[in-house]
């Protein structure tokens, strides 16, 4: 079984959480609905998580899966059958439904779940193709050596609609005499030489309106791009790396650090795509999280239910020296 890549994992559980409670005008009498999550695509192991949300007024356990729920998974109309784990395993976390299936562009995923006491849920998504990647490229940006741009260039299919999105990690490795230790972070990019992700003005100041991505996903669309070849600027701090022996009061400590780095590039679903701006727009919102306007609802495509269920295909580099 080849595992969901990792990089993808810690956003899927970080998904689970984002809305497990809900609100209703009735909200005493209020009942708790199914919440879905479920990113095919991704590597050939599928997980399905499968648990019920909390009106405000109850108290519970949030985002426990249920066992034991009638799940019906299928692609292009073709039953897969589903396993669960209790504990988690690798790509795969606790309380959870997965799938071992290897996808092709353009497969169709029906997700039904049921559980007693609550309405049955349904949803559906495409798996996108994957990303149509040229090239990636590290240089030092003109006339400021200490911005590292990174370079990546694709380019969009004309014939269909597209949703991208990517990540930087930064990996720091550390050793001091014979001691190691590593330092890895997903980097918050400096989006000012890249039209496509920094759609900031002057206005949004002074609207409290904030530009931020969600653990550090980068997101966007091809509707200012559409089959064209494209190269994605993005910046970050340049930290050089460094060898020497420095005097302390035990003695000259022989001490080196390395860096690399490594980009992970998506191709979503339309699903996808419009679950993470809505998180965005939510996380963005500083107006609304001041009481000055409406509170942004989180996108959902499962029927009846919480939750999403949105195609992902992406591609992850190596660790890529520094220059």
């Avoid at 990113?39 to 007024?57: E, F, N």
């Avoid at 899966?65 to 795969?92: M, Q």
């Amino acid at each position: 079984m080849k595992h969901l890549p990792h990089i993808l994992l810690p956003v899927f559980i970080g998904l689970l959480s984002s809305c497990t409670y809900h609100f209703e005008l009735d909200d005493v009498g209020a009942s708790q609905k199914l919440v879905l999550y479920s990113y095919p695509g991704s590597g050939d192991t599928t997980v399905v998580h499968l648990s019920c949300s909390l009106p405000v007024s109850q108290k519970g356990e949030l985002g426990r899966g249920l066992k034991g729920a009638d799940i019906r998974f299928s692609v292009n109309g073709e039953a897969v059958s589903l396993a669960w784990t209790d504990d988690s395993i690798p790509g795969v976390p606790a309380q959870s439904y997965y799938a071992v299936k290897t996808y092709e562009d353009g497969d169709k995923i029906n997700i039904t779940a049921a559980a007693e006491g609550m309405k049955a849920v349904s949803s559906a998504t495409v798996v996108p193709s994957r990303f149509p990647l040229t090239s990636i490229n590290f240089v030092l940006k003109g006339g400021e050596p200490n911005q590292l741009q990174f370079w990546i260039h694709f380019t969009d299919n004309a014939q269909t609609k597209d949703y991208y999105a990517l990540k930087v990690e930064r990996k720091r490795q550390f050793w001091n005499d014979s001691k190691y230790s590593v330092e890895n972070s997903s980097l918050t990019l400096n989006l000012d030489d890249e039209p496509l992700l920094n759609t900031s003005s002057g206005l949004d100041d002074i609207l409290m309106i904030e530009n931020e991505f969600y653990r550090n996903l980068y997101y966007w669309d091809d509707t200012k791009i559409q089959g064209k070849s494209y190269k994605v600027r993005l910046n970050t701090n340049y930290e050089a790396d460094y060898e020497d022996d420095f005097i302390t009061p035990d003695g000259v400590e022989h001490i080196k650090c390395q860096v690399k780095y490594r980009i992970s590039l998506y191709s979503l679903s339309e699903e996808f795509y419009r679950y993470l701006k809505s998180l965005n727009d939510q996380k963005n919102n500083g107006l609304g999280n001041s009481e000055l306007a409406p509170i942004r609802s989180t996108y959902t495509n499962v029927i009846n239910g919480i939750g999403v269920v949105g195609g992902c295909r992406m591609f992850q580099t190596e660790w890529i020296d520094n220059l």
